[in-house]
């Protein structure tokens, strides 16, 4: 009696077992009836429901919310592998995201289903053509070749595959390289709307801005990007450099405001050589250091810092000043003035360039009478005693009754040598001189000199003192004796 008792209530319990998983099993069915019932209903030969799945799948493509079109397509393919159409819109969503092999899978299954169907026909064979210029961009790209495979991204592969990531970042990189740094922009931006955590968008946004030497946004985007992934390499790469060329950039800058100026050339050129490409910061560099070589004389190198600075920006009017001082320094006149004229045409109010110009303007006068201390041999700084003792020495060597054989030379150096003394024997005239006023140079002072020939006398008087004829015989008093 107790064992049929204990059969019975077995029974129960595995009959309320059965019902129980009965329940859960048509309660999942009616749930996958209602999730699918468009599918099934297209499947059941009911076009209007099919219709109602492709219209959700447009609108979500065109709401750029793919992978909700992809989950639709996916699902019904799932329940129908039989659906033709399902194939054929998977294809062309892949196609769009230029996932090509996927796309190029469903495009041949829609066409087993549905042969020679000439939309599918037409959509695959745009899909090869995006696909291999796409390669082919690729392949440019890697071989240093920009302008072409630009073309190829934007006339091609972004028309048949508008949704195409991979696509969108070697044009950014394309841009990047031809130094459209106003077009990677712009292009990173529209990926950063359309996923704001890109690392690779961030990083090429960086680096545009940090190339257009907005040095601080620049930093804020590889901030954002290394705070997303702390190990990205090129973005731990791209941040350090750039904090170490402002730190190399302020010490140069420190130095020049201390004196420190052989430091500060020291620094400059470290700042340089970090990124030679970097032509939007590069330039002030150039221009700080051309600008402490002028003020420690070095004005060959000063001049090749400024001609740097020129060749990339060539309106830079402190570049072309800082040339014409450097000119100066290396005694290229001409030069020095075609410069600052230059500058004072391009920013006629500025009188520190106007007074520059009048300095490079007398030194080029200057330039074009006669070198009194060259013809002397004696330095600008050299005493009169000095001055005094080349000339007496010149007017010996080159004294015309001396150098019968070349007579007319002798004449003719002997004349400088004098006039040449007649300035700088004479203190006043000697500063005159030196200050480039115009001093005439024969009739000056207390004396003249005549030469004859052919029983002509000939005579001299120099403030110097030497009285005495040069003819058939003479003496230069003051210890100089000669017959002739």
């Known amino acids: 009696m107790n064992l049929l008792s204990l059969f019975s209530v077995m029974d129960a319990v595995a009959w309320r077992g059965l019902v129980y998983t009965l329940f859960i099993l048509h309660f999942v069915f009616a749930c996958q009836l209602l999730l699918l019932q468009p599918l099934v209903s297209a499947f059941d030969g009911k076009p209007s429901n099919a219709a109602e799945l492709f219209e959700r799948v447009s609108k979500s493509i065109k709401m750029k919310h793919y992978s909700e079109a992809l989950d639709d397509l996916n699902t019904a393919i799932e329940a129908d592998p039989t659906l033709s159409e399902a194939y054929f819109h998977r294809g062309s969503v892949l196609r769009q995201l230029c996932r090509y092999e996927e796309s190029d899978k469903n495009y041949r299954k829609f066409l087993e289903l549905k042969p020679g169907n000439s939309v599918a026909e037409k959509e695959l064979s745009q899909l090869l053509q995006a696909q291999s210029t796409f390669d082919s961009a690729l392949k440019l790209y890697d071989s240093g070749e920009y302008t072409k495979p630009l073309e190829y991204i934007d006339k091609v592969v972004l028309v048949f595959s508008p949704a195409c990531s991979k696509a969108k970042l070697l044009k950014v990189k394309l841009l990047l390289a031809a130094k459209d740094y106003a077009s990677v922009i712009s292009e990173t931006g529209f990926l950063l709307k359309e996923d704001e955590n890109n690392l690779e968008a961030l990083l090429h946004r960086g680096r545009a801005y940090y190339y257009l030497a907005d040095h601080d946004v620049a930093q804020r985007h590889f901030q954002k990007g290394l705070r997303l992934d702390p190990e990205h390499g090129e973005l731990k790469k791209a941040y350090f450099a750039l904090k170490n060329l402002l730190k190399k950039t302020k010490s140069a800058e ?20 970090l990124d030679p490409n970097h032509t939007a910061h590069n330039v002030h560099l150039y221009l ?33 000043v800082q040339r014409g001082e450097a000119k100066l320094l290396t005694e290229d006149w001409e030069g020095a003035v075609e410069d600052l004229k230059s500058a004072a045409q391009q920013s006629p109010q500025d009188m520190n360039i106007r007074e520059a110009l009048m300095r490079a303007e007398k030194a080029l006068k200057m330039s074009k009478r006669k070198d009194w201390y060259k013809i002397l041999g004696v330095s600008k700084i050299a005493s009169i005693s000095e001055i005094k003792r080349a000339y007496k020495k010149l007017a010996l060597q080159w004294h015309p009754d001396k150098n019968v054989d070349n007579r007319e030379e002798a004449e003719n150096k002997f004349r400088e040598i004098a006039a040449a003394y007649e300035v700088l024997g004479d203190d006043d005239k ?20 005549n030469f004859g020939g052919g029983g002509q006398q000939f005579t001299f008087h120099f403030e110097g003192g030497f009285p005495g004829g040069f003819g058939g015989g003479g003496g230069f008093p003051g210890g100089f004796g000669f017959n002739f």
């Open 254 to 273: 420190d130095n020049v405001s201390k004196g420190k100026l052989r430091v500060a050339v020291e620094d400059f050129k470290a700042a340089l050589a």
């Open 430 to 449: 000697r500063a005159r001189y030196d200050r480039g006023e115009d001093i005439e140079e024969t009739g000056m002072g207390g004396g003249g000199f």
């Open 288 to 320: 700080g250091l051309c600008k402490v070589l002028v003020k420690l004389g070095r004005g060959k190198d000063a001049l090749s810092s400024c001609t740097e600075a020129l060749n990339i920006n060539e309106e830079l009017i402190e570049a072309l």
